[in-house]
């Protein structure tokens, strides 16, 4: 596939052009899309979130903790 071109808005938004996303097939595809940074490129991976595990996974390659997550809630409680 060709390379494509899409326009970046003032509110940091991308629209990914339909040939990209036709190209993914309609069963891959996703809400959402993990992001990464490599070598002045922007790589974006069709995300799974519909699994508790993949979310757990996720938190854990990040570095983010169940006590993370819990004083996490507490604060937003707190501010409610």
């Known amino acids: 596939m060709s390379a494509m071109r899409a326009k ?3 509110k940091n938004q991308i629209t990914l052009p339909k040939r990209a ?4 097939g309609p069963e891959s595809l ?10 002045g490129r922007i790589i974006l991976t069709p995300a ?13 390659e990040i570095g ?3 006590g993370d997550v819990a ?3 507490a604060r937003a409680r707190q501010r409610s």
């Not at 996303?21 to 993914?24: K, N, R």
């Not at 996703?30 to 070598?39: L, N, Q, T």
């Open 64 to 66: 983010i903790t169940r």
């Open 48 to 60: 799974r979130t519909d699994s508790a595990d993949g979310v757990r996974r996720k938190l854990a």
């Open 21 to 24: 996303l036709d190209a993914l």
């Open 71 to 73: 004083d996490a809630v």
């Open 8 to 10: 970046l808005t003032s």
């Open 30 to 39: 996703p809400g959402f899309f993990s992001i990464a940074v490599e070598d």
